[in-house]
């Protein structure tokens, strides 16, 4: 691929970590299979007589190209659809799948010479070789490559050692999506016109494998032999040099242009992880460097949480019957920025893209079932937007809202049972009494509502049956406290079934705001 194929690129150059302890550029990330060139090509001048043969005859090979394409085309459509580690190499139209968009892309470059994105078996202009990489590759789906080069050392004097002892430079590559992904088979390089770059090895997945919100340290040593995570080249400490990543295909995911020198011990990161900004990491300071780990920080992004369900709605007119276009949800902005949600989706419990909306700093966000049911029922309300596919499950389910590429933002699974929930006494049973669960928001009339957005989301315990009827869709939840009482989670016992002769060991995990007044007890 390296050496056949014309790579552009657009990497933005580095600034010395010692010059700068803040860059603001943009994001040094590109892909350029979405910058490949895909316009088509201009017809020939009318009076041009031998273009214009050449036109023609270009028209009518595609015709006869068109007719028998009809046959393959219908016995690639029953083929099972694949999934590959990343975007397949015939993905035309940078949707990380081969399909029919692609299949036009394919036939508008028909004949092209020497040929654009079309032209997949490195053979100049695109003809049926290219077709059958096309074919090839036919209903084949990738997983979207969302990795980033998130800090490096070129000066590592002592600082960090690798297994054999030895203080070499070295890569740290972050995971921002959910799912993890096996870098073995892409490739790194230190100069972004190298026609030969280091490959990752694989058949080692639980080496080279980075889980979601991962991250995984390579060593830039020269010493390949050494280990799959040894790279086959060394960072010049003077600077000057590329860092760039490229997935199997050779298509490039990530790159740092031409970055200056560092100082000793000092590496070079994102901040926060997979930000728009760079920063100096060294040792011994307040901000030292962190491979491995998290750089700190927090994205604009992760302010945004699910803060208010009507997953249950009661309509008076009509007890007994569930009117599910009331259903929303709200989402509520904690964070000091403005966040662009287009593009972002709710998914799981129902389908929902967003579109062009921003939700700015202490904001509100309601998403409606539907708008024009809402407005009805909610008329003082003008934060909302919806339509979504499906409906909310009146016992409980996983909603998950991610950005448009993926990462996930917030993932909440509730209930009408458990934390959830209230035990109450239940109705007289053959002159007895049991118990049962009861919540005003299943049905009641009443929202679901976080109680403390300064508190872990995902807890039954931060949640509660709204104060108002039909909640408080756009605006602050009347639930809402500042501070209450510390969450008891993860309560655990071992061994899991004793015998009269163990030891048997309690283990909690306590959330609250403040450790103080709290008190740790052992008791056996």
Known sequence: MFGTTAW????????????????????????????????????????????????????????????????????????????????????????????????????????????????????????????????????????????????????????????????????????????????????????????????????????????????????????????????????????????????????????????????????????????????????????????????????????????????HPYNSAHPLVEDIREEYIELHNRGFSEVDLDGWRITDGVDYTFGEVIIGPGEYLAVAADVVTFAAKYPGVSNVVGGWVGRLSNSGETIELTTAVGKVIDRISYADEGDWAQRVKGPLDHGHRGWEWSNAHDGGGYSLELVNANRPNEYGQNWAASAAAGGTPGAVNGVVVVENAPFIVDVKHFPIIPSDSDTVSVSARIIAESTIGLTRISHR
Request: glycine content about 12%.
């Open 8 to 311: 552009e690129f657009s990497c933005f150059p580095a600034v010395a970590a010692d010059q700068m302890s803040l860059m603001t550029e943009p994001l040094i990330r590109k892909d350029t299979a979405e910058k490949r060139d895909r316009r088509l090509r201009k017809n020939p001048g009318k009076h041009d007589a031998a273009a214009c043969h050449d036109s023609c005859l270009k028209e009518k090979n595609i015709s006869l190209f068109a007719r028998r394409l009809v046959f393959a085309v219908i016995l690639m459509a029953f083929s099972p659809v694949v999934v590959l580690a990343d975007c397949p190499s015939a993905d035309l139209n940078s949707d990380c799948v081969v399909d029919l968009a692609d299949l036009a892309v394919f036939g508008s470059q028909w004949l092209d010479v020497p040929g654009g994105s079309a032209d997949l078996d490195g053979i100049v202009g695109v003809s049926l070789g290219d077709f059958a990489v096309l074919a090839a590759h036919w209903r084949t789906r990738g997983q979207r490559v969302t990795l980033v080069i998130n800090e490096f050392m070129t000066d590592n004097k002592g600082f960090f050692f690798d297994a054999f002892g030895d203080d070499d430079d070295w890569i740290e590559i972050y995971n921002y999506g959910t799912e993890p992904i096996d870098t073995g088979g892409m490739f790194l390089t230190d100069e972004l016109t190298e026609v030969s770059p280091h490959r990752i090895p694989s058949g080692v997945p639980e080496q080279t494998t980075i889980p979601g919100g991962g991250y995984l340290v390579l060593w830039a040593d020269g010493e390949p032999g050494e280990g799959a995570l040894h790279l086959g080249f060394k960072l010049a400490a003077g600077g000057g040099e590329d860092i760039a990543l490229f997935d199997s295909a050779g298509r490039l995911v990530d790159c740092v242009a031409d970055f200056g020198p560092q100082a000793e011990n000092t590496s070079w990161g994102r901040m926060p992880d997979a930000g728009d900004q760079w920063q100096a990491f060294g040792a011994g300071t307040a901000t030292p460097p962190t491979p491995g780990q998290s750089n700190g920080g927090i994205l604009p992004e992760d302010g945004i949480l699910i803060t208010e369900i009507m997953y």
